[in-house]
């Protein structure tokens, strides 16, 4: 166990705390809530954000920006959709502060907003009031926008990447001409994240369907991918939304089609976010810290000169720099670090703690040699191996690390799914094992929300590839012709 950090079996969530807090990863802000992600957590971010923005824009889709701050008008217009993030919304009444003459700053009663302005929540109402004048045609569609943003959701209980009243994300809101363009849409879209997740955040997902209860508000259907976390709770890694005519209609959106008739257009939204790193934390990671596919970690190698003496560390030195030009020009991201206000223990902790991929030990009898130690974040191996070829090993040695990282947690999500057939049994897995249980359902909203309020267990998704088979509902006993995926979810 690492210097700090509470065993994962001993208490799973003061342990997902601590690895972020120890490993420099994010910290909390003053603004209850929110937090501060520092620049090894912010890293991880960037290397997300650039592999989904080149992902998206080969598929078609441009980034722009727009506005923080909504008209809170544009979201009377929407029902469904209001209703949906009315608790969760922050609300701007003034726009100017004074000095009330006693040395405090306070609010400026006089300068009310003559309309509320809501931080934005999600964008849908803002975009698709914009895209009224963009659209006028067939010829305008299909619009395929991404916006990288920041939004506000007031929550009650905050943890760290998982649920901040501020975080990170993309969201993408597309208009299309028919309801088979913007099916499709969707379910690309879904297919990019589960590629993401699956290729470089080395995290297996089930892709599905959400019922009715669980869709994202003012949508027809959504898609989502989920992935289960080493304590056998599921989260939801991604969404993308059918959106049909809703926002169109409310925002009256329409063009003129090939036949020259009028028409309102079809609507896609679809987005991920910072949880994803709390999703990379909970998968992978160990009770030394931090486990990172090497797609994602920030540094993928690090190397740790041992020496005692300076001109011992010039020769280091010298042969690093030749290896260091080698393995940026294959691009693995490295570093080294020749700190002397640091002893090599202390290094290999340190960078065991941020979850580092591969490290490199390198000391004089290395240098006579012509060897180098090379250590495994993953298996926590180590092996001597030759300085000739080197870049090679390590570039084959990461994409190794890369897969079994993967087939881990494949190998930890089969494990811990489980098929039931009687509701005694369903609510005895859920606290002897949790994971995904593979259950029938009626199909009802009913039963769903009473499973839910009994067993605190969700609908995760109606898996995309389920097989029809036959059954019986867990809880009504009521005929069903396929299996959905439940559990207790972040």
């Given amino acids: 166990m690492s210097k700090g950090v509470i065993s994962k079996d001993e208490d799973y969530s003061q342990w997902f ?11 909390y802000s003053p603004v209850r809530g929110c937090m501060i992600i520092k620049p090894y957590g912010y890293s991880i971010w960037e290397k997300i954000q650039a592999q989904l ?15 923080l701050l909504i008209p809170k008008s544009f979201f009377s217009k929407e029902a469904s959709h209001v209703e949906g993030f009315a608790k969760e919304c922050a609300v701007v009444t003034h726009y100017r502060l004074k000095n009330d003459g006693n040395g405090n700053i306070v609010v400026d009663e006089e300068a009310k907003l003559e309309e509320e302005l809501i931080i934005r929540p999600t964008s849908e109402t803002i975009i698709w009031n914009t895209y009224r004048g963009w659209i006028q045609s067939y010829r305008d569609l299909p619009i395929l926008v991404n916006q990288w ?6 929550e009650m209980r905050t943890r760290l990447f998982l649920r901040t ?23 690309q879209m879904l297919d990019v994240y589960a590629e993401f997740a699956e290729n470089w955040m080395a995290l297996p997902v089930v892709k599905g369907r959400k019922t009715a209860n669980e869709r994202f508000a003012g949508a027809l259907d959504t898609y989502c991918i989920e992935a289960l976390m080493q304590d056998g709770k599921a989260l939801q890694a991604g969404t993308s939304h059918f959106l049909g005519q809703n926002f169109a209609k409310a925002f009256d959106v329409k063009f003129t089609t090939r036949d020259n008739k009028q028409d309102f257009v079809w609507a896609t939204s679809w987005g991920v976010s910072t949880r994803l790193i709390g999703a990379l934390i909970m998968a992978h990671s160990d009770d030394a810290g931090l486990v990172l596919p090497p797609k994602l970690a920030p540094i993928q190698v690090v190397i740790v000169p ?19 030009k080698e393995l940026r020009s294959k691009d693995v991201t490295v570093k080294f670090d020749n700190r ?7 290094k290999f902790a340190e960078y065991e703690l941020k979850g580092v991929p591969l490290r490199v030990a390198i000391g004089s009898r290395d240098m006579q040699n012509g060897t180098v130690e090379l250590a495994r974040r993953d298996t926590k191996t180590k092996e001597t191996v030759q300085q000739d070829g080197l870049a090679a090993h390590i570039t084959a040695l990461l994409e190794e690390i890369q ?19 009687t509701y005694e049994e369903f609510k005895r897995m859920l606290d002897e094992q949790p994971g995904f249980i593979s259950a029938h359902w009626d199909g009802t909203s009913e039963t769903e929300q009473k499973i839910k309020d009994e067993t605190k267990a969700t609908i995760r998704c109606i898996p995309l590839n389920n097989k029809q088979e036959e059954g019986k509902c867990i809880l009504t006993g009521n005929p069903s012709t396929q299996r959905v995926l439940f559990a207790r979810a972040y």
Wanted: charged residues 30%; hydrophobic residues 35%; aromatic residues 10%.
């Fill in 149 to 154: 943003a920041n939004v506000m959701r007031w």
């Fill in 17 to 27: 705390n601590d690895l972020i807090i120890k490993s420099d990863m994010a910290e």
């Fill in 165 to 187: 009243s501020e975080f990170l994300w993309q969201e993408g809101h597309t208009a299309h001409a028919t309801a088979e363009e913007a099916v499709a849409e969707t379910e």
């Fill in 340 to 346: 002397d206000t640091h002893r090599p223990g202390a």
């Fill in 53 to 67: 923005d080149k992902m998206f824009k080969e598929t078609g889709h441009q980034n722009a920006y727009f506005p």
């Fill in 403 to 421: 897969t079994n990282i993967y087939t881990k947690a494949s190998a930890f999500r089969a494990e811990n799914t489980t098929e039931v057939d």
């Fill in 306 to 324: 041992i020496y005692k003496h300076p001109e011992e560390l010039d020769a280091i030195t010298e042969y690093v720099k030749g290896l260091t």
